[in-house]
C-alpha cells in the first residue's frame, strides 16, 4: 500500500514525466518510451501495468489541449497502439478479484476521458 509520502513521490515522478513528454515526445526525441509503456501494460504483474497506465495517462495528458494538427495526430497514433491492450486488460480486471482491480479501472478510465 502507498503511504503518504510514496504518493506524494509518486505524484512527482508523474510530474516529471508529464514535462519530459511534453517537451522531448512531439519532437521525436523520445521515441522509445512509447515501446516501453505498451510493454509495462503487457506485464503480468499488476504493479507494473498500473505503472504503465499511469505513465501512459501522462503521455496523453501531455497532448490533451493540443490544437496543433501535428501532436493531435501523436494522440491518435498512441491510442491506435495502445487502445488493443487497454482492452485486453479491461477483459482480465473484469474477471479479476485483485485489490488493484479498482486501480486499474480508474486508471483506464482517465486515459478513455483524456484521449476522446
Not at 59 to 66: G, H, K, Q, T
Not at 68 to 76: A, G, H, Q
Request: charged share 20%; with cysteine; aromatic share 8%.
Amino acid at each position: 500500500m502507498f503511504t503518504l509520502q510514496n504518493k506524494k513521490i509518486q505524484k512527482e515522478i508523474e510530474n516529471v514525466f508529464y514535462n519530459i513528454a511534453e517537451n522531448e515526445f512531439a519532437e521525436g526525441t523520445w521515441n522509445e518510451v512509447l515501446p516501453k509503456i505498451c510493454s509495462l501494460l503487457q506485464n503480468t504483474d499488476e504493479n507494473w501495468v498500473i505503472i504503465g497506465l499511469r505513465l501512459l495517462h501522462e503521455l496523453l495528458r501531455a497532448f490533451e489541449f493540443s490544437s496543433e494538427e501535428k501532436e493531435r495526430k501523436i494522440m491518435v497514433s498512441i491510442c491506435e497502439q495502445t487502445y488493443p491492450i487497454l482492452e485486453s486488460i479491461i477483459g482480465q480486471v473484469q474477471q479479476s478479484q485483485s485489490p488493484n482491480q479498482p486501480k486499474i479501472m480508474i486508471s483506464l478510465c482517465k486515459i478513455f476521458l483524456i484521449s476522446n
